[in-house]
Antibody, heavy 123, light 107 residues
Framework: QVQLVQSGSELKKPGASVKVSCKTS????????MNWVRQAPGQGLEWMGW????????TYAQGFTGRFVFSLDTSISTAYLQITSLKAEDTAVYYC????????????????WGQGTLVTVSS | DIQMTQSPSSLSASVGDRVTITCRAS??????LNWYQQKPGKAPDLLIY???SLQSGVPSRFSGSGSGADFTLTISSLQPEDFATYYC?????????FGGGTKVEIK
């Protein structure tokens, strides 16, 4: 079965960096793009961007350029989100989610999600 | 960016009730509209894609309709496990944007 398993919660100080992993299994990693979605405490869902698994090319949403980096290790079917120069407002749950474009009638949809990684930024 | 507006933002309903949630896009998005359910402390689950297609494994009491700018998610008979927050999402144009969510609570 398809699984996306994310790394555990992180507590970081302002200015530090964090790297969240999203290990996948149960499907061919290179055939589905990976997206990242942020959910601040008590708030809604915010799309951060996506990375093409076949090319490694990332696309970042406005507001997620500069300090946010998507990367891959295709040898272990894992996607990563790195955030540098952390700020208090980065405190949120971060989700990886698979884009099942071909399975959703040639329209983007997010059919499988990681369990989420809570990143807390506090001094 | 296309703005997605959900209404209501919250509602109270009883088990067995018929529940309707509305999502309006700021521009026409054809049928590039998905619905997700999120329970507290959990990741969202895909319920409906391309406005009206039921994701595999989702109970048939969930249905979606609409095209253009106006969409509806209907739960025909609310069950205890349906109390959650529901989000619409447009994927017609980048960036894919979510509505603000509708929290369905127990009356």
């Amino acid at each position: 079965q398809v699984q996306l398993v994310q790394s555990g919660s992180e507590l970081k100080k302002p200015g530090a960096s964090v790297k969240v992993s999203c290990k996948t299994s149960g499907y061919t990693f290179t055939t589905y793009a990976m997206n990242w979605v942020r959910q601040a405490p008590g708030q809604g869902l915010e799309w951060m961007g996506w990375i093409s698994i076949s090319t490694g090319n990332p696309t970042y949403a406005q507001g997620f350029t500069g300090r946010f980096v998507f990367s891959l290790d295709t040898s272990i079917s894992t996607a990563y989100l790195q955030i540098t120069s952390l700020k208090a407002e980065d405190t949120a749950v971060y989700y990886c989610t698979r884009d099942a474009y071909r399975d959703c009638s040639s329209s983007t949809c997010f059919d499988y999600w990681g369990q989420g990684t809570l990143v807390t930024v506090s001094s | 960016d296309i703005q997605m507006t959900q209404s209501p933002s919250s509602l109270s309903a009883s088990v067995g009730d018929r529940v309707t949630i509305t999502c309006r896009a700021s521009h026409s998005i054809s049928t590039h509209l998905n619905w997700y359910q999120q329970k507290p402390g959990k990741a969202p689950d895909l319920l409906i894609y391309v406005a009206s297609s039921l994701q595999s494994g989702v109970p048939s009491r969930f249905s979606g309709s609409g095209s253009g700018a106006d969409f509806t998610l209907t739960i025909s008979s609310l069950q205890p496990e349906d109390f959650a927050t529901y989000y619409c999402q447009q994927t017609y144009s980048a960036p894919p944007t979510f509505g603000g969510g509708t929290k369905v609570e127990i009356k």
